[in-house]
Structure formats: C-alpha cells, structure tokens
C-alpha cells in the first residue's frame, strides 16, 4: 500500500526528537509548525556558488520536455511540489548531502543517455532506492558485518546492542522518502543501505565510488538495516521479545549473497569486491 504523510497540521511534534528525524535538527525552522516554508526559504539554504535551485514544479515548468534527472543536470533547475513533505525532504537532502544527490544525478543522466528516457536499467533502480530510501552504515568493527550478512538480527540488535552505543557504528539516514515515513510514529523503518568498512569520511567515500560507476550499479547491492532495531529508535525494542518477532525483521533469502563492503584501499580510495551474481530484478 502507498504510504500516504499525514497533514502537517496532524504530525506529532514528537517526532522531529526522535531518530531519525532529530539528525535534522538544523532545519527544524522548516519541518516545525503549521506553515510550510517557501522555495525562496529553501534556496536561502543553499551554500554560495551552488548552482542548483529548487523550483516550483509546474505544468509550464514540465513543458520543457526534459526528464527530471536531465533538467538538474542541465540546467541546475530541482523540480518541486510545493506543500508536499517527500519533495521537502528530498530538498533537505540536497542541502545536507549535495555531493552524494550530485553523484546520483550524475550517474541517472549515464543511463538516460544509454536507454532514452523511458526506459529503466538496473543501475537506474539501484540509484533510485538509495535516493528514496538509502542508509549509509559505517562498521568500525568487521565482526558486526557477518550478523548481518546472515540477517541475524537478534545478535546485531540486542547481544551487541552495545555497539550501536559505543561507537563502533555510524549511521547515516540519506534517503527523503524514509525521512517522510518517520513522520508516522512506530511505523517499523527499514532503510536500503550501503555498508562501510573502516575510518574516514563515510558520505564522501560512497559519493566518489558512486561518481566513478563503481558503487550501486545494481539493487541487490543494497543490504537491508531494520532501523527500527536500533536503540532509541522504537519504544519496543528495548525488549528481547521485539528482536525474535519484529515484523520489520526478515530471514535472509536462500542464495542471497551481498558484495563486499566499500572500504578503504590503501591509496585512500575507496575499493569493494565483485557484485553478487542474482537474478532478482528488485531491491532486497
């Protein structure tokens, strides 16, 4: 079923202090409250010499016979629905993470210009659930990676819950429409993510692998993380019995098998495995 947003005069202000909307919490001036905040309020945002802007999408605006992804490449022009909390996260997204929505663009724009406009390849649907619902996942300790490899979720979830705690991941929530989902309360989250191996700069090192054509080339890339599981992140999961029986948590298919993480060669950039070998044409 599609998910609808509620009205912005019906979210619970809750929300926005609690993950993963409280990381937002340098645009509170624009998710808070009744009003909706104007394209002008969003280009402000924009740090010097940026060429994108955020534009009302209009019937004039789409006559242009451009695709989406072909307008920003081109002109710098983000089409956007006004008074609509996905394009208003995708808009934040941008000016939090501009070189991750650049490479992203980029890489769309590739694929347009091999199969046309109407067309979608494999790497377009990779590319697409990252934007819409990606996570990056920063692993400080590699034996972490292995229970979720095998979707062991009890043991990545609550035997070492404490490393959700002490540092031994970072968690970054880049996807809008995940964003838009975290405005319903208890709504069990599951992101589409990239994992990272090792120290560093996690966003920058999945930006320029994206860049390259070396990162999402595929979905089944993509792993996924109940983020419902982590601490803090639903009132539930503070007990055992949510990480035996979450509904958010699935078994690992049979055959299924993830690429190496990204991680960091020694040039300092950065470097994975080979793709996995799977036929399924949609996203874990």
């Known amino acids: 079923m599609r998910y609808v947003a509620p009205a912005r005069e019906a979210v619970d202000p809750a929300v926005f202090g609690r993950p ?6 340098e645009f509170a001036e624009l998710l808070h409250g009744t009003d909706w905040p104007t394209l002008d309020a969003l ?35 983000i089409a956007t629905r006004e008074r609509n909390w996905h394009d208003l996260f995708n808009a934040l997204a941008w000016l939090h993470h501009a070189p ?25 649907c990779a590319l697409t659930h990252f934007d819409e619902a990606g996570v990056i996942l920063a692993l400080r300790d590699p034996t972490l ?28 929530v880049f996807g809008h429409a ?24 996690s966003c920058e090192r999945v930006a320029q692998a994206i860049a390259q054509g070396r990162l999402l080339r595929d979905p089944q890339e993509l792993r996924p993380l109940p983020l419902s599981g982590i601490p803090g992140w639903h009132e539930g999961n503070a007990s055992e019995a949510f990480h035996r029986q ?7 298919r049979v055959g299924r098998v993830y690429p190496e993480p990204l991680k960091e060669s020694e040039h300092g950039l950065p470097s994975r495995g080979p793709l996995p070998r799977d036929s ?3 996203a874990p």
Not at 100 to 124: D, F, W, Y
């Open 246 to 252: 979450a509904a958010c948590y699935r078994p690992l």
């Open 43 to 77: 280009n402000a945002r924009w740090p010097a010499g940026s060429r994108e802007r955020f534009v009302a999408q209009t019937h004039e605006l789409l006559a242009d016979g451009r695709h989406y992804e072909q307008r920003i490449a081109e002109t710098g022009v």
């Open 280 to 282: 399924c044409p949609t």
């Open 145 to 172: 990676l292995a229970l979720w490899d095998a979707h062991d979720w009890h043991g990545l979830f609550w035997r070492r819950r404490g490393a959700w705690l002490d540092g031994s991941l970072e968690l970054v």
């Open 20 to 25: 993963p909307l409280t990381g937002w919490a």
């Open 178 to 201: 995940l964003l838009e989902h975290a405005l319903t309360p208890d709504r069990l989250l599951v992101g589409k993510a990239i994992a990272v191996i090792g120290q560093g700069p």
């Open 100 to 124: 991750l929505k650049r490479a992203l663009n980029a890489q769309q724009v590739i694929e347009i210009a091999r199969v046309g406009p109407k067309s979608r390849t494999r790497p377009q």
